[in-house]
């Protein structure tokens, strides 16, 4: 019984400011009619994270598109920003293996924020280059990067791009082919420079890829990013031969 009393109590209260609207004048009416007014028309509420999205810029709800790659890279490093992907993959060649005497290719879209470019090179009495990788290059941002240089005669399986290692020994495997079935693997820091490691393994000596391991030691690198490169020998000065490369990240030691 005690519940239904206030709601009695609402009731009669309700009835009382009713009669009284109906017996007073035109001026009372009005007055009562806009105090209504000001309480249909009031905002409902709201929950505070619905109106802090809803009220705020547009930015805040649009996605945006990253002012920098959000996953290691090979080229370029730190706050470069290179607008022309043939431009990254020059650069890339000219740090990571600047003896070789490569052609840089044009670049060929994918989608609007990837694509790839070509390398050749081992040319010989003028002749045409032979495809010695092919840079992958994604744009974040207004810039280009390279994520990895691939050649399907030099894989690289393990580690994978992007793969965090320890500052340790580490197992590179994958298939690859060369000359008198040479295989170098090396590792380097990034932006180039010299080796943080490098061991010459055997592969496939002819047409066929043939599995190789190499066990790289990654105790010297920088906490951050480091390439893993892996060519196929060439015999040939100033031939890279078919090469592959991936960015891995160091950790901690």
Do not use: H, K
Request: some cysteine; proline content about 9%.
């Amino acid at each position: 019984m005690s519940r239904r009393r206030p709601a009695r109590a609402l009731a009669l209260a309700l009835l009382l400011v009713t009669a009284a609207a109906c017996n007073d004048d035109d001026g009372g009416a009005a007055a009562t009619t806009t105090a209504l007014a000001e309480v249909t028309t009031a905002p409902p509420a709201t929950d505070p994270a619905t109106t802090a999205t809803t009220g705020g810029p547009t930015t805040a709800t649009t996605a945006a598109t990253p002012s920098g790659p959000d996953i290691a890279v090979l080229w370029p490093v730190g706050d470069e920003v290179v607008t022309d992907p043939v431009q990254v993959v020059t650069e890339l060649m000219a740090a990571y293996l600047p003896d070789s005497d490569v052609v840089v290719g044009e670049f060929q879209q994918g989608d609007a924020n990837s694509g790839e470019v070509p390398v050749t090179g081992g040319t010989e009495n003028g002749g045409p280059g032979n495809l010695r990788t092919t840079v992958l290059v994604r744009r974040f941002g207004e810039g280009w990067y390279a994520t990895a240089a691939i050649n399907p005669f030099v894989s690289v399986n393990s580690p994978v791009p992007g793969e965090d290692v320890d500052p340790g020994p580490f197992l590179v495997g994958g298939a690859a082919r060369g000359f008198e079935a040479t295989v170098v693997v090396t590792v380097l820091p990034a932006g180039g420079g010299s080796p943080i490691d490098q061991q010459v393994t055997s592969g496939g000596a002819f047409a066929d890829p043939v599995a190789y391991t190499a066990e790289i030691d990654f105790i010297d690198a920088p906490t951050g990013t480091a390439v893993v490169l892996v060519q196929g020998g060439t015999g040939l000065e100033g031939d890279p031969g078919e090469f592959s490369a991936i960015p891995v990240t160091v950790g901690e030691r």
